[in-house]
């Protein structure tokens, strides 16, 4: 348990729900730390940047949501890698396809998470997008088809060829990758199924958020990539 | 005092400077706050989205940089005004140079701030932005020619006449807009001209952030505003 | 006649349908030649970058939907004033909602058209950001709500007083400003409406492109304009 | 000869410099085909867009500086691919460092190239980001470290091992991608340098345009680079 990113890994992105900002926020960190210890499963948050430092108190790993390419200096309104990290987070998602970057500034942007200890999850929305980023070395690939998110129609099961191939070509470039699993998921088998094609997590959002009860759905998440990942 | 803005106003726009995250972002919040009590004029701080939580507990007015044109929803990476007045602040920072704007995401950027009661402080490059975006009825509008952000060069003494004019001009779409003057602040005599040319407070970054002694340089500023609004 | 431009003004956008592209460019500008002498109504076209010289060989404006706020130098990809004046346009559309600038580069898009002689339309998606860009002189501001576009609601009917208010509001800030009446203009009676409610001419691109025929479209445009002027 | 691609191969950019606007584009056109005749290598031009249809009679590639990911549709000021190649366009430069692409677009931008038949030139400011390019097979990779744009020192010069691992790691990935090798290159030197050095021609703006005598400085890049493919 702890801060550090153990394997199966659920990422609950907050994205700006406003069910999830400020003592909501810590709220739900104060569930996730409960199932975390539960289950064996590693659950992170990805809160508002405002949020960063009132979640880094409780003992799971907390992930910006984002950050830009930049060092240090006069970027008014930018999300600094050194702001993040002295705020308590221990990764980071770059290119989530809400807030897509850049190839260029992709790399720049992992190369300043490593320098100041930040894990990063790069989200792609197709395979190829997958099998690009991997070349810039991040700790995680997030596989995320756009047209799924906020579905309910979850990735593993819709197009479980586009997570195998998707785990099977990122880890020829680099076998180091993890690669997780996003889009559409809302259920413990769709966590399930995701584990068992080759994933190492999901990332997920609107599936947790929305959910009317949220520990109920954490544990249901949680306990299906312990069980998942323990028959691999 | 408080959190509440008054003027004369001092906005330290604390950028993505290193030497203005975490800890040392809360050290200038109580010099701030403390230069506030000593000279009656206003200081408030932008710092880094991931320090507003920590500085609003101090008697200044905190801002954030930037606030994204958005309602809460799926925005993954977006500034949310609801999560910054949730996190304290008392207004934002909108369209700097260092981030500037669609038009039509300024007035949505400023309708969602008075949603959520954030006052605003519109930055235009030039007069006849400022008098573009004072249509919108921001609180404050900022002049801030980018030639001469982080010279030395302060606009009240090499343009005084866009200050003057753009009082003048601000004042004729709307009497209620007050307007800072930015860019090159380094004195208190900058501060001083800035004010007497009919704007009613600065906007500064380096002026500050990079001076040998906080507290002495926000002192002179501080004076220099008090000063210059008595003899008004 | 001619390339110059006069007013009821009907400029058709021709984005970047497929039905207008190349040949089909230049049979749209043979049809709007001569609808636009049977009519007096001024007829421009905005055509695709590609097509701007093969469309000025016609005697009507030629439109550019777009330029960048650039002097010429090393801007590759991008839209030079000079290349799109020398192409042979009269006038280039700014700020189009589907092509929306930063405010600054507004003013220094409009400025780089005047220095080549450009004819400028700037579009506004509201009336308060209708009278922002107003502040930048440009020839026309266009309003254009852009929940209508495309959707063959015109703005002359569904919201009457956006058009009016515009007008005023506009012609207050400079009365050399001439405004255009944008979308979800499919008929002749919308233009007339268009024009009774103050507005010198129209903005339309599905309403002429999509339509089943291209000269009895533009006749009817064109007639609704020279009715609505005459009698006012 | 023609308007095919052969290697080895020189595009010249006119990235938006006036010096090669409009006529003056026909008059490189001129001297590039009559070059390229002489010499047997390939020069293809990458003028505005506004251009690309007055080139497209000469005996030369011409490629489009840039095209966004769209399908035909409602995209004001955008480049549609369709619209390039009707204008006469052979290929695409696709995220040239002054025209940067989100990853997922630059995925896109080569589908919709593809399925036009325009070839593609993606450009790639570090051997990684050459390295992800090459995921999604487009016909060439082109490294140019953006901070010898415009230098004078050639990359194949100041950084050979950049052009040669390049070389090796993109044909790792695709081995059918060709790689250019573009940046600071001024003489007949850098060109044969960068040949040796396993790239199948160069991309080159100022360079060239900015040269005394355009005629001179292809004559001496053009027969550059036939010796060193003769050679190889």
Not at 145 to 157: D, M, N, Q, R, W
Not at 168 to 181: A, G, H, Q, Y
Not at 196 to 210: E, H, M, Q, R, Y
């Amino acid at each position: 348990m702890g801060r550090n990113i153990h394997y199966p890994l659920i990422i609950v992105n907050l994205k700006t729900y406003l069910e999830a900002v400020g003592k909501k926020a810590e709220e739900l960190a104060k569930i996730s730390e409960k199932v975390s210890y539960e289950t064996g499963t590693c659950i992170g948050l990805a809160p508002n940047f405002t949020d960063i430092s009132r979640l880094s108190i409780f003992n799971i790993p907390v992930f910006s949501q984002h950050i830009d390419p930049i060092e240090p200096g006069p970027y008014t309104g930018h999300i600094l890698a050194e702001s993040v990290a002295e705020a308590g987070a221990t990764g980071t998602i770059v290119n989530h396809s809400e807030k897509r970057l850049k190839i260029s500034d992709i790399e720049v942007a992992i190369e300043r998470a490593k320098e100041v200890g930040l894990a990063t999850v790069v989200c792609a929305n197709t395979t190829r997008v997958g099998i690009a980023v991997a070349a810039f070395a991040p700790s995680m690939v997030a596989i995320e088809p756009p047209e799924l998110i906020g579905t309910g129609i979850a990735v593993s099961k819709a197009k479980p060829e586009v997570v195998s191939n998707s785990v099977r070509e990122i880890k020829k470039i680099d076998p180091n990758v993890e690669v997780l699993c996003g889009a559409g998921i809302v259920s413990g088998r769709d966590v399930y199924a995701a584990i068992k094609l080759g994933s190492n997590g999901i990332l997920v959002a609107s599936g947790v958020i929305k959910a009317p009860n949220w520990e109920n759905s954490l544990l249901e998440f949680a306990k299906a990539a312990a069980d998942a990942s323990g028959e691999l």
